[in-house]
């Protein structure tokens, strides 16, 4: 399924948010979304999820416009893992896990048993099936998140949008979550704050400031010393992964400027 944010913008109160964001995402890509806090990425991804209309430009999918698909439809393609996600209501794991079926059910239709199978591989392959009777409320940062991704699986979208979905993850959890997503064959769009993960685990990156798009394209291409320097304000080194080539970055704290009033 291909993706295509067609020079989408978002307008507030005559602000503008983002501004003729044109991206496409092919089948089975991932592409990476980064940029300095409130570049505008999550504003992106809402409109992809639905929870914003962009004021101008269209999201299409494969071709159709999103906004003339039926909601039931759209949930049933694209899978939304969100920082506003979860619920307040203390569900058990199982319970919020099975809550990604809900796209593909009629009224108040029980799971089937292929389905609640599909829920246990999920909970397995986030490694999270040993908290499956504890109330999502009582788990750490890190444990929900790993929910989270076990509901938006079980969802089995063609087009997964994650907006920083390594948060709380400790290493071991982000390394496998991100090589799940490269293996996924799901069409995904997904915000990274870290640099290094988002060169291993995206087919290109797109780079965002001030709402718009700065350059997008391979991470070899993308991740330069000078971007760094220009959209991040950050000095840095950039060099090849010695197993991969994937360019990683090597920050040094003493060249980066420090806050104002810092004692530098
Ligand atoms: N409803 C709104 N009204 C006014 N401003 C908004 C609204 N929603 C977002 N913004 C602003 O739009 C900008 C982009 O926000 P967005 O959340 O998309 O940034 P981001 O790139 O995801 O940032 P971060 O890295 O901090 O998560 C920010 O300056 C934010 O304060």
């Given amino acids: ?25 092919g089948p089975r890509q991932i592409v990476g979304l980064i940029g300095p806090n409130g570049s505008g990425k999550t504003t992106a991804l809402r409109c992809v999820y639905r929870a ?9 999918i494969d071709g159709r416009d999103l906004d003339r698909i039926p909601l039931r439809e759209s949930a049933r393609m694209i899978a939304a893992l969100t920082q506003e996600g979860g619920s307040d209501l203390d569900f058990t794991v199982e319970e919020v896990v099975a809550l990604g079926r809900t796209p593909h059910l009629r009224g108040n239709q029980a799971l089937s048993a292929a389905e609640r199978e599909l829920c246990r591989r999920a909970m397995a392959q986030t490694e999270v ?8 409320l009582s788990l750490s940062g890190g444990e929900r998140q790993r929910v989270l991704v076990a509901r938006a699986l079980v969802q089995e979208p063609q087009v997964l949008i994650l907006d920083e979905p390594t948060n709380h993850l400790d290493l071991h959890h982000q390394l496998r979550l991100l090589s799940m997503l490269k293996g996924s064959g799901l069409t995904v769009l997904v915000t990274l704050h870290d640099l290094n993960l988002a060169a291993s685990a995206c087919d290109r990156l797109a780079v965002l400031s001030q709402g718009g798009l700065v350059t997008c394209g391979p ?29 990683q970055v090597l920050y040094d704290l003493g060249s980066t400027p420090a806050a104002k009033g810092n004692p530098a």
């Fill in 219 to 247: 991470p070899a291409e993308v991740l330069t010393e000078a971007l760094l320097r220009d959209v991040f304000g950050v000095a840095a080194s950039i060099v090849p992964h010695p197993l991969t080539g994937v360019p």
């Fill in 129 to 136: 099936s040993h908290l499956a009777g504890r109330g999502v």
């Fill in 52 to 60: 914003l209309r962009p004021t101008g430009g269209v999201v299409r």
């Fill in 1 to 25: 399924m291909t993706l295509l944010l067609d020079e989408i913008s978002v307008s507030v109160d005559g602000t503008a948010l983002l501004r003729d964001l044109a991206l496409t995402v």
